[in-house]
């Protein structure tokens, strides 16, 4: 995979640059954090800001938990754990996900989002990032059971598009769906918060009827850079309006 090779070249640089710096989060935000055990972080997925802004979650988590679980949807490697550089480079080489067709899942800021996180475990040691996507015909359920397992009591970030991130049965297009977040409330008797990441416009590279750049709506409440806690029978439990989206290409070219 050619494209792999560069991205070497580019991830190393990038490790040798100055240090991560956490920015700051709203003040509801960081009360549920650090009040709950799983957090999940639903977004649309092929932007810039979303991958950036849940960094900042997990980057403003991880000193008040350095023994944090960062869950990421995307697909393992057999034998590979996300733990340095070698193990990024062998895994970007091997995992398919990453070679197309493209959804937004594998997108330039995901890739950095990746590269970040495996900075900042050189920091915390006992970080762990853990990829739970699974190709298979329930998917929700697959991709729960995985999170499942992995818990041990300690506490765990998980990032997911944001259909999988839902903690009620039912969606929009199907009243019976059973979703990520659903599947985990009933199987693990804990604390769930779930965030729901929106944009004020602008655009995003992902997969619908087309691939490539789609224009997201406006949204009117919450406004910018604030955020709107829902009731107890919303499917999240809190809306953060991030701004304006910008979409973020695939990292690497489709080869499929």
Known sequence: MKACMWGIVVLTIFLSCKALACNTLPEELISAVRQNKIILVGELHGTVEGPKHFF???????????????????????????????SFNKWLSLDTEWKGPHDGRT?????????????????????????????VEQRDLAMANVVADAYHGQKMVIYSGS????????????????????????????????????????????????????????????????????DETAPFNIIWNVGAGTASLPQFPDTK
């Open 56 to 86: 900042d979650i997990v980057c403003n988590t991880v000193g008040t938990f350095p023994d944090l679980t960062i869950g990421l949807e995307l697909s393992p490697v057999e034998g590979i754990s996300l733990n340095d550089i070698e």
């Open 163 to 230: 259909a999988h991130s839902r903690l009620t049965k039912g969606a929009p297009w199907d009243e019976n769906w059973e979703p990520m977040g659903y599947f985990l409330k009933k199987k693990l008797p804990i604390n769930f918060y779930s965030i729901l990441l929106v944009f004020n416009g602008g655009t995003a590279w992902n997969w619908q009827d087309t691939i490539g750049v789609h224009p997201l709506d406006t949204v009117i409440e919450p406004s910018v850079y604030n955020t709107k806690v829902l």
């Open 107 to 135: 997108s330039q800021a995901k890739y950095q989002l990746i590269s970040n996180l495996i900075r900042l475990k050189s920091k915390y040691p006992k970080i762990s990032i853990l990829l739970f996507n699974r190709v």
